[in-house]
């Protein structure tokens, strides 16, 4: 495994977290017994970042890593989020200071090495509707910044991420504020726009090289979706713990069936130094220069190994970026 420092934390983090969402379900759906031999063999390994949040398998997720953690004790960084719903906005720093406590009480732990932000960020909040928080709810007096920096001044957190979801303006403006310490960038060979420069008439939402603006100012960038939420991965992601269903779209342009369907024409990209598809995305992720780690997320220990593997492998060759650059030209989103 190699390493790779997360911006300005200072961390060591292995190229390759351990992602305990709901996709991939490993520490929502495995037994106790699943999950103490899967975390095991990511240690052995050389992960030594996991990621949760506290509505992953409401609470399920951080329930489990803390079990589990709490029988091996290893020597590990972990990171959670927590979200802003509507009913917290009168009083949002509350809402930070219950999240993280809760998260605590759920992990058995002290405190937590990174807390993330994990509402969708918009240039300013609708009345109603959809959960998410204007730039004025994070950056504002009293905002979310505010209250990360007073659980943090408690010792309950080490540094502060945000999940870089939401209007791309927006997500810009938080990167701009210096008030983040990590981002967690949506980058996968069928959106790579946050580490890639694409067409204006790019019909997927366009990143605008967020990851590029990120790592520039001292961020820690961790690379999420990497599989594009099972996309890439094809039926084997299906397998094991993985979620039994598939969600909506992440982002706009990201629909699951679409995203399938373009993954197909990446076969390719096996005959590089990839064994498979998932090996492939996880090589072209750790190969933008300013990313600090990419999570992902486990159904079972086999997945684990493969994406491990990719460590210290070379990134993709030029000739396979050409032809990925003309896939994201014409048939992965010009309109």
């Known amino acids: 495994m190699n390493y790779r420092t997360l911006g300005r ?19 929502v759906r495995g037994s106790h017994e699943e999950q103490i031999g899967a975390v095991q063999r990511a240690l052995d390994l050389g992960i030594n970042y996991f990621d949760t949040a506290s509505s992953y398998g409401d609470g399920l997720s951080e329930t489990h890593l803390g079990e589990v953690l709490a029988e091996l004790r290893p020597d590990v960084g972990v990171a959670t989020k927590f979200r802003i719903r509507n009913e917290d906005m009168s009083d949002i720093r509350g809402a930070v200071q219950r999240s993280i406590e809760e998260s605590l009480t759920r992990l058995g732990r002290d405190s937590v090495d990174v807390f993330q932000l994990h509402t969708q960020i918009t240039e300013e909040r609708s009345a109603g509707g959809r959960e998410v928080v204007g730039v004025a709810d994070v950056l504002g007096s009293g905002g979310v910044a505010d209250a990360l920096d007073a659980v943090r001044s408690q010792g309950l957190i080490r540094f502060v991420g945000f999940t870089g979801m939401g209007d791309t303006s927006a997500l810009h403006k938080v990167v ?10 949506y980058y996968n060979l069928l959106n790579p726009s946050a580490g890639v420069a694409v067409q204006e008439r790019y019909a997927g939402q366009d990143f605008q090289c967020l990851m590029d603006r990120a790592s520039e100012r001292g961020m820690g960038v961790v690379v ?8 890439l991965g094809g039926p084997a992601a299906r397998t094991g713990h993985a979620s039994p269903t598939v969600g909506g779209a ?13 993954a ?3 076969e390719f990209l096996t005959t590089c130094d990839a064994s498979s598809l998932p090996q492939a995305a996880v090589c072209f992720a750790l190969g933008h220069a ?15 190994e493969e994406a491990t593997a990719c460590s210290g492998k070379s990134s993709l060759p030029e000739t396979a970026m050409e032809r990925l650059r003309e896939l994201w030209a014409t048939d992965f989103g010009s309109g």
């Open 9 to 27: 934390t200072g961390l060591r983090v292995s190229e390759i977290g351990f992602g305990c969402g709901n996709v991939g379900g490993m520490l």
């Open 224 to 231: 999420i979706r990497v599989m594009a939420g099972g996309a």
């Open 290 to 304: 300013g990313a600090s780690m990419v999570l992902v997320g486990f159904s079972d220990v086999a997945q684990i």
């Open 264 to 266: 197909r024409k990446l």
């Open 250 to 262: 992440m982002v706009p342009g990201g629909e699951y069936d679409a995203d399938d369907a373009r």
């Open 176 to 185: 701009d504020s210096g008030r983040f310490d990590t981002v967690q960038a």
